[in-house]
C-alpha cells in the first residue's frame, strides 16, 4: 500500500523504508498518468504522426539529394535514430499542460496533501513521460522495418534504446514540468514549449552530424541532452551507427540531467497550487 493509498485508509501498518516507500508512490503516480492513456489513446497516435512524416518524407529527399555527408552509413540510418528522439522530445516537451489541468481540475491539492513526498511526485509523473515514448518508438522501430532502414533488433540493443528513450523522455517531461510551475497558465505554456522545441532539436545531432555545425552551435550541441540522447540509440539502433561520444557518457550525461531537473521540479511543485 502506498502513502497516497494509506492516506485516504487511516489504519494501522508497518511503515516501509524511506525508499520503498518513495519507489511505491511514483510507481502509483506512474500508473495514474498511463491510465489517462486508455480514456485516450489516440494521442500517442497523432503524435506519431510526425516522426513517420520525417522519415518517408524528408529524410527520402535528403537521402536522395545526398546533401548531408553521413560517413559510411545512408542517410535514412543515420536519420533514424534522431526521428526517434525527436518523438520523444515532442510528446515530452508538452507533457506539463496536464498539470496545469490538474490544478484547474483540483487534482494537484489531492497529490499535494497526500504524504508522499514532492520528489516521488515528480519522479512519478517524468516516470509516466519516458514510458509514453515508448509507444512512439515502438511506431518508429516499425517504419523504420518496413522503409528498409538496418536496425539491430538484438534483446540487449533494444533494452539499451528503451533505457535511452524513457531517460530521455523523462528528462524532458520533467523540464515541462518545470515550466509549467513558472508559468502556471496553459497559454503561456504552449507559447514557451513552442519557442523551445526547435532549437532544442535542431542544437542536437538529430538530422546532421555535429561537424558539420558552426562553433557556436557545436558548443551548445555539446550540452544539449537531446544530443546524447541521439548519439546513444544511433549507435544502438541501426547497424554501422556509431557514438560521437562514450555510451557510459551519453547514458550519463542523460541520469544527471534527469536528475538535476527532478531536484528543480520537486523544489518548484508546490507554487503551481498557488
Given at each position: 500500500?502506498?502513502s497516497?493509498?494509506?492516506a485516504?485508509r487511516p489504519?494501522?501498518?508497518a511503515?516501509?523504508?524511506a525508499?520503498?516507500?518513495f519507489?511505491?508512490d511514483a510507481w502509483?503516480v506512474?500508473v495514474a498518468?498511463?491510465q489517462k492513456?486508455a480514456h485516450?489513446?489516440?494521442?500517442?497516435?497523432?503524435?506519431?504522426?510526425?516522426p513517420?512524416?520525417?522519415l518517408?518524407?524528408f529524410g527520402?529527399?535528403l537521402?536522395?539529394?545526398?546533401a548531408i555527408?553521413?560517413?559510411?552509413i545512408?542517410?535514412?540510418?543515420?536519420?533514424?535514430p534522431g526521428?526517434?528522439a525527436?518523438?520523444?522530445?515532442?510528446?515530452?516537451?508538452?507533457?506539463?499542460i496536464?498539470?496545469?489541468?490538474?490544478?484547474?481540475?483540483?487534482?494537484?491539492?489531492?497529490?499535494l496533501?497526500?504524504?508522499?513526498?514532492?520528489l516521488?511526485?515528480?519522479s512519478?509523473?517524468?516516470?509516466?513521460?519516458?514510458?509514453r515514448?515508448?509507444?512512439?518508438?515502438?511506431?518508429?522501430?516499425?517504419?523504420?522495418?518496413i522503409?528498409?532502414?538496418?536496425?539491430?533488433?538484438?534483446v540487449v540493443?533494444?533494452v539499451a534504446?528503451a533505457l535511452a528513450?524513457?531517460?530521455?523522455a523523462?528528462?524532458?517531461a520533467?523540464f515541462?514540468l518545470i515550466i509549467?510551475?513558472?508559468v502556471?497558465?496553459?497559454?503561456r505554456f504552449?507559447?514557451?514549449?513552442?519557442?523551445?522545441t526547435?532549437?532544442l532539436f535542431?542544437?542536437?545531432?538529430?538530422?546532421?552530424?555535429?561537424?558539420l555545425?558552426?562553433g557556436w552551435l557545436?558548443?551548445?550541441a555539446?550540452v544539449?541532452?537531446?544530443?546524447?540522447?541521439v548519439d546513444?540509440?544511433?549507435?544502438l539502433?541501426?547497424?554501422?551507427?556509431?557514438?560521437?561520444f562514450?555510451l557510459?557518457l551519453d547514458?550519463?550525461v542523460?541520469?544527471f540531467?534527469?536528475?538535476?531537473?527532478?531536484?528543480?521540479?520537486a523544489?518548484?511543485y508546490?507554487?503551481l497550487?498557488?
Open positions: 500500500m502506498t497516497l493509498e494509506r485516504a489504519i494501522a501498518w511503515e516501509p523504508p525508499a520503498v516507500r519507489v511505491e502509483t506512474a498518468e498511463l492513456l485516450d489513446p489516440t494521442e500517442l497516435l497523432t503524435r506519431a504522426v510526425q513517420v512524416l520525417w518517408l518524407v527520402q529527399v537521402a536522395q539529394a545526398r555527408p553521413t560517413g559510411h545512408g542517410y535514412m540510418d543515420f536519420l533514424a526521428v526517434l525527436q518523438s520523444a522530445l515532442f510528446s515530452a516537451i508538452f507533457f506539463g496536464a498539470v496545469i489541468w490538474e490544478r484547474d481540475l483540483g487534482v494537484l491539492h489531492k497529490y496533501v497526500s504524504p508522499a513526498s514532492r516521488s511526485l515528480v512519478g509523473k517524468a516516470l509516466a513521460g519516458g514510458l515514448a515508448l509507444v512512439q518508438a515502438a511506431v518508429v522501430y516499425v517504419v523504420a522495418a522503409i528498409g532502414i538496418h536496425l539491430q533488433l538484438g540493443q533494444l534504446v528513450v524513457v531517460l530521455g523523462a528528462a524532458f520533467t515541462s509549467a510551475c513558472l502556471r497558465t496553459r497559454e504552449m507559447g514557451i514549449g513552442q519557442v523551445l526547435m532549437p535542431f542544437a542536437s545531432s538529430a538530422i546532421y552530424p555535429i561537424a555545425m558552426p557545436q558548443a551548445l555539446k544539449n541532452p537531446l544530443t546524447y540522447q546513444a540509440i544511433r549507435s539502433m541501426v547497424s554501422g551507427g556509431t557514438a560521437s562514450p557510459p547514458f550519463g542523460l541520469v540531467a534527469l536528475v538535476v531537473l527532478l531536484v528543480i521540479a523544489r518548484l508546490p507554487r497550487a498557488m
